[in-house]
């Protein structure tokens, strides 16, 4: 069964279009990447599916339900690229992760020991239980990041959908990251990753999508980095933002670029 | 002491009490999203409820809830449609309010200077217990929707966005935030008034916040310090002859500074403990 499908979305913002004609299928246990420059449309892409971005024209399902009727969003575990920083009220890192469990527990039933439970392993499982009750200031940003995973595995999702997981990421924090995505994929979960580069996630992903332009460039195995950026030592570093626009992005094909 | 052997004395008490404990509590959410001048706002359109109310003999709590409550919906209604002329349209609001609320008071039968002041400043005389019925009940109702709300509240006031995709009704509460919030406003402005109401709000959450590292910390603390501050600068005001709202909100202010600089100062403390202590240290008493 596909968990997500995508027919024919297209997408605008003020007339203007993001996305257009894009269609997607994500089966049951895949791990897939959508990948494609900044500005590409592969962020929109993904808060369209989620419902934050209203879809102009096209169809999307949600474990077979069309998303306009689907209710079941605790199958969904969504982590937003970076956390919201509020107005400075403090929060701990428990009190976060307890966010993730109300689409299961509802809205007035108090947490329940099975809640607690699960907040307490989704942080196991990303390493960071021991700072259950820091304020989620004091963490650095790659263990914030960890902590929103934590909140989405808290729902126990059968779906997790990433917004660029890794972006300013450490390495050790990435690799966290990745053993963590490696066990839910081996419990049956699905996955759904936007990245600009996938890093420490790059073996796990079964298949990619390059979102180029508003429009789908290739689908697929994951493409090798094409050009300069296959270099060893290319740092990935783009301080002009206009040096990646013309032409192909990155993740183009190789085969299209030899052709 | 004979400050509480009058009625009217333990009826403003009372009213100061309720909202101590209720401003705070609603305020964190307002806090952590960022609209800290909402309360502000709303205050000014309570005063056309007011107006209203003095014009039609009726109670002025009551019609200050009903048109301050029309008022925070359409604000709500404003934010979610669009940011960009949000502001503007909040202003347009607000200044209508106040202009309204001053014009209506002027043409009711009672009107003078000293009527219009006590809703903008608060007043501890003029509590009626009716008054007091209506403020009790009504603060109750916003203590236990935040109390007993507050994790999908949290969630909604800390990221929107992921409160959405988790399926909560987002929209529901942000209007159930809207209504609270004035009712909150309308019940405050007898006791610190109209321009007041936001700083029992927002202070004490300010304060709670400089010595906290949790949100349920942070409640609690702010509802502890509303409550304290409301019935010291009750009880100064009264010995002072000062105007209660005025020291209530200087209090909270207090607070607020004391924690502020306690907190600096911890900052910047000598990690001495860190060193092993030299041996021959010798302590003479």
């Known amino acids: ?259 | 002491m004979d400050l509480f052997s009058y009625d009217f004395m333990l009826r403003s008490l009372a009213g100061a009490l309720i909202i101590g404990l209720t401003a705070p509590a609603l305020g964190i959410y307002l806090v952590q999203r960022r609209l800290s001048l909402i309360g502000d706002g709303i205050g000014h359109v309570a005063l056309t409820g007011v107006g209203v109310g003095l014009l039609l003999h009726h109670s002025p709590v009551i019609t200050a809830v009903i048109v301050s409550a029309v008022g925070a919906v359409g604000v709500e209604l404003v934010r979610q449609r669009g940011r960009t002329s949000g502001d503007l349209a909040l202003a347009l609001l607000f200044y209508g309010g106040i202009a309204g609320g001053v014009v209506l008071v002027g043409l009711s039968t009672d009107s003078s200077n000293a009527n219009l002041l006590q809703y903008l400043f608060g007043s501890l005389i003029t509590t009626s217990t009716q008054d007091v019925v209506i403020i009790a009940g009504l603060g109750l109702a916003v203590l236990l929707a935040m109390l007993l709300l507050r994790p999908a509240l949290f969630a909604v006031s800390n990221d929107e966005e992921y409160a959405r995709v988790s399926g909560l009704p987002v929209r529901t509460l942000n209007l159930l935030m809207a209504v609270t919030t004035a009712v909150t406003v309308t019940i405050a402005m007898r006791t610190v008034g109209l321009l007041l109401v936001s700083a029992m709000m927002v202070v004490p959450v300010a304060a709670a916040q400089q010595v906290t590292g949790g949100f349920r910390t942070t409640m609690t603390t702010a509802m502890a310090i509303g409550v304290g501050t409301a019935v010291a600068g009750f009880v100064v005001s009264a010995e002072v002859d000062t105007a209660p709202g005025a020291t209530i909100v200087l209090l909270a202010l207090a607070v607020f500074v004391l924690l502020a600089a306690g907190n600096a100062a911890w900052r910047v403390r000598p990690r001495r403990a860190e060193e092993p202590e030299p041996p021959d240290v010798v302590l003479h008493g």
């Open chain 1, 1 to 259: 069964m596909s968990i997500v499908r995508v027919s024919h979305a297209a997408v605008g913002y003020g007339g203007r279009h993001v996305l257009h004609d894009v269609s997607l299928d994500v089966g049951a246990g895949e791990v897939v990447a959508i990948l494609g420059a900044n500005g590409s449309g592969k962020s929109t892409l993904i808060r369209t599916v989620l419902r934050l971005v209203p879809l102009d024209s096209g169809e999307i399902d949600l474990f077979g339900v069309p998303q306009r009727r689907f209710r079941h969003w605790a199958r969904i575990g969504y982590v937003p690229q970076r956390m919201s920083a509020g107005g400075g009220v403090p929060a701990t890192v428990g009190e976060v992760v307890s966010s993730g469990r109300l689409a299961r527990r509802g809205l007035f039933r108090p947490a329940r020991v099975v809640d607690r439970e699960a907040v307490r392993d989704a942080l196991a499982d990303v390493g960071l239980l021991d700072r259950i009750s820091d304020p989620v200031a004091t963490l650095s940003g790659g263990q914030q990041q960890r902590t929103l995973i934590a909140r989405a595995l808290a729902g126990e999702p059968d779906l997790l959908i990433l917004d660029e997981p890794t972006a300013g990421v450490d390495a050790a924090s990435q690799e966290a990251f990745a053993r963590t995505l490696a066990r839910f994929r081996a419990a049956g979960g699905t996955i759904l990753l936007v990245a600009h580069e996938l890093g420490a996630l790059a073996p796990l992903i079964d298949r990619a999508v390059v979102v180029h332009g508003g429009g789908i460039a290739h689908a697929g195995p994951v493409p090798e980095p094409a050009g300069h950026h296959a270099g060893p030592d290319h740092d990935h570093l783009h301080p002009h933002a206009a040096a990646e626009t013309p032409g192909i992005c990155e993740w183009a094909p190789v085969d299209r670029m030899a052709g």
